[in-house]
């Protein structure tokens, strides 16, 4: 379904991206793991376009992936959010909506459906009059899940999902991911968690500038793929 080729990526002179190749299939929830600093979020960027690629192909059903990025809902890292812009959390939700209804024109009664199923889903329709910034940071990472169902996409991008929220969150997340695997989406999602979360994943992709292992946790989390990607040895996440 989704196909990454030779990506590579430069940030300022420096490899920041070196010939990175996988295939995504649907219904999976895909984890990518690694060190700080190991590219992980420049590859999401790189296979949306929204930082340049120094080459590679990024295919999505065998077309151009940026011929067809309306059917993908990516969800940024938090500290890439303007929290104090002044907009309500239905609104942000709302925003999923401008390619099907429009820009500049009124949403329609089946956006509006759309965008309150989203924030019911998520437990958060009673808050939606709310300014996103007066949120708790796991209130905040679920109105924005929110956004993503709302867009009604075939691929789900999400960059560190999981940072700063609380256990409730961490639990609704997890469960509409396995709701949009049993439907056939695909979910690529970075994350730094190396602990009992890894079993809520299908496959993985190791990653340090390059792609050190991918598959499953068994052929991934390996001794010396850890020690290659980490620089030592984490040999208990292979039992």
Request: proline share 3%; glycine share 8%; charged share 20%.
């Amino acid at each position: 379904m989704l196909e990454v080729q030779h990506l590579a990526v430069n940030y300022r002179g420096v490899c920041a991206l070196e010939n990175v190749s996988f295939r995504l299939e649907p219904g999976q929830v895909v984890g990518v793991i690694g060190p700080n600093g190991a590219g992980k979020s420049t590859m999401l960027k790189a296979i949306l376009g929204l930082i340049p690629a120094r080459s590679g192909v990024v295919k999505f059903r065998a077309r151009s992936l940026k011929q067809q990025l309306q059917q993908v809902a990516y969800v940024p890292q938090r500290s890439q959010i303007d929290w104090d812009y002044p907009i309500t959390a239905w609104n942000v939700v709302m925003m999923a909506r401008t390619r099907h209804t429009g820009w500049f024109r009124q949403p329609t009664c089946q956006s509006e459906e759309v965008v309150a199923a989203a924030l019911r889903r998520v437990g958060m329709l009673d808050l939606r009059k709310r300014q996103i910034g007066e949120l708790s940071g796991g209130q905040q990472q679920r109105v924005f899940l929110a956004r993503s169902l709302a867009q009604e996409a075939e691929l789900f991008f999400f960059d560190e999902p999981f940072v700063g929220i609380d256990k409730k969150t961490e639990e609704v997340i997890f469960s509409i991911f396995a709701e949009l695997k049993a439907v056939g989406k695909t979910l690529l999602v970075i994350s730094h968690d190396l602990g009992e979360s890894l079993s809520q994943y299908d496959n993985f992709l190791l990653l340090n500038k390059q792609l050190i292992a991918t598959g499953s946790r068994q052929k991934v989390f390996t001794a010396a793929n850890i020690q290659e990607a980490y620089g030592y040895n984490l040999n208990w996440f292979a039992s």
